[in-house]
Structure formats: C-alpha cells, structure tokens
DNA sequence: TATATTTGACCTAT
DNA sequence: ATAGGTCAAATATA
C-alpha cells in the first residue's frame, strides 16, 4: 500500500503539472472569448489533482478536524426541530439491511452533484474524521420501475468545491432526464483515446478491476467546444499525458478506496 | 394533497 | 462497541 502511495502521489504530480502547461499554452493561443470557461477547466483538473494530493497529505500526517457542515451539502441544520416527540418503538418492522460492497460501485470526483438524474435523499450522517457529512440518494423512479440505482456524495476534506461521488447499481428506470451516456454505462476502455469527450468528462473510478472508464456530465454548460481549441497535436499531447497518468494508477491496481484512507 | 427532505432510530458488519 | 447504511415519522415545499 505505501508502494501504491507513493506511485500515486508521483502519478498525480505529473498529471497536475500536465494540466498547468496545457494550461499556460491554452493562455498563449486562445482568445478572450474562449479562454475563461476553458481556462476554468483546465484549473478544476489541476485542483483536482490537488485535491487527491492534499487526501494522502493529510491521510500521512493523521490531521483531524472538526468543522461545521457545510450548508450546501448539509441545509439539514436550519435550526428546524422536527419529530418533537419520540418515535414509537419500531424494532423488528426493520432489517435486513446489508451492508455495502464496494465491487460495483464507480466513483466520480467532479465540481458538482448533478448529473442528469433524478435522485431522492434518504439519508445523511457524519462520517468519523471527516468535516463534511455523506448525503445518500436513490434514483426518485426506484417505486415506479423499482430502480436501485443509489448515489452517495460527499465533499472534499480540503476542497470545498469538489464532491466525492460514488454510485451503486445501474440504472434501470428511462428516466425522461437521464443522460444519453448514463453513469451506469461504463464506457469501453478505447473510448480513453476519444478527447474531444475529456473536456466535460470528471474523473471516474471503477471499483471492478476493469479498465478506467470517463464520463460525461453535464460540465459541458461550463466549457466551450473542445473542438474549437484542439487544433493543435500538442494539445493532444498534453491531453494523452494527462489520461496516461490516471490509468497508470488502475493499471497498479489502485482503487480510491485505497486512497480515502 | 403529493412529493421531497430532514433526522433520530435502527440494523449490520467489523 | 463502533461506524456506516437505511428506514420512516415529522416536517417542508410546490
């Protein structure tokens, strides 16, 4: 494991460096028009490199904290008191619960909740050393089409603009708003090669062994026509480095379960 | 009124 | 014993 550590602080090192070159070259080509959202972009890939620099940091020094929710996350403390009395003793109407595994499950780092799906929050709590609790969803069609597509969400240690996604099951509702490249669709590895998706794809993780997978989210409200910036075979360059050193880290078999301590 | 959210209680795995 | 996942009553909102 301190093996798999070091490859992966030395993996996202090169990969956020990657990102700031291919971010001071976007600089010298673009124009003002374009260069905002994609220069935003390329700064979320390098946080988000940052980000996975800043869990090991902390995971090797055994910080702990302890801060307020966050309100975006959590509005649950608005100071509402509900359920004035107690509930009725409700033992043995329940059980049966499982706990989770993680094989199945992919995990998406992005810069929001969102993903085109309609979700239903079930549940929160506050996660041991952790300063942001962990929302629970399930996909809203689960009574209709028995959907058990579940999603659990949780902020960033040091990050407050990232979110730690994790999704269970596939979706097996049609919901009227789902993606056309749903979350549960994991797509083949060859598509690693297919840039023009990476410019609205976070990061995605696989927890079945299989070959990294990327997603498309709707980050593309954020960002300009890849294609319009892309002319240049440096900037497939710089962009295969980048996607070179994320796989490097499922070809060492490394998991984000691994790296969330 | 229907649907969604909040949150304490309950349950299982470790 | 504890942490994490889920349930479901109470409450909020459309």
Not at 127 to 143: A, D, E, G, L, V
Not at 145 to 159: I, P, Y
Not at 168 to 185: D, I, K, L, V
Request: charged share 25%; proline share 4%.
């Amino acid at each position: 494991m301190e093996l798999n550590k070091k490859q992966l602080v030395e993996t996202l090192s090169r990969g956020r460096n990657s990102a700031k070159k291919l971010q001071n070259l976007l600089r010298q080509k673009l124009n003002d028009d374009g260069l905002v959202s994609v220069d935003d972009l390329v700064s979320e890939i390098s946080q988000s490199f940052y980000c996975g620099l800043l869990v090991l940091n902390s995971c090797d020094s055994g910080e702990l904290s302890r801060v307020p929710v966050s309100a975006h996350l959590s509005s649950a403390c608005t100071g509402n008191t509900r359920r004035k009395t107690p509930a009725p003793n409700v033992k043995g109407r329940r059980g049966g619960y499982k706990r989770r595994k993680t094989m199945d499950s992919r995990t998406v780092v992005s810069d929001t909740i969102e993903d085109g799906y309609a979700w239903r929050k079930y549940g929160q709590k506050e996660i041991m050393n952790s300063n942001f609790p962990r929302c629970y969803f399930r996909c809203t069609h689960k009574q209709v089409h028995g959907c058990k597509a579940l999603k659990q969400v949780q902020r960033f240690e040091d990050d407050s603009h990232m979110f730690h996604i994790m999704y269970f099951g596939q979706h097996t509702c049609q919901s009227p708003n789902a993606p056309s490249s749903p979350e549960g669709h994991d797509l083949d590895s060859k598509n690693f090669n297919h840039h023009n998706n990476l410019l609205n794809c976070p990061l995605t993780i696989t927890n079945n062994h299989t070959a990294p997978c990327l997603k498309q989210e709707e980050l593309s409200n954020k960002v300009s026509s890849p294609t319009s910036a892309q002319s240049s075979s440096s900037l497939d360059l710089l962009w295969k480095e980048i996607l070179l050193n994320e796989y490097e880290c499922f070809k060492n078999d490394i998991s984000f379960d691994d790296i969330i301590c």
